[in-house]
């Protein structure tokens, strides 16, 4: 949340361009989560 706050605050300086990233669920932690969905189509 402290992210979204400090780039709403960088982004009112119009010479600022701002890019926020946000990080999710890492889908590669889970090595067969993927080849399951495939074997039973």
């Given at each position: 949340m402290a992210g979204c706050?400090?780039?709403?605050r960088l982004s009112e300086d119009p010479d600022r361009s701002v890019c926020l990233v946000e990080a999710g669920p890492d889908y590669?932690?889970?090595p067969n989560a993927g080849r399951r969905q495939h074997?039973?189509?």
């Open positions: 706050v400090l780039a709403s590669d932690a889970r074997e039973a189509v």
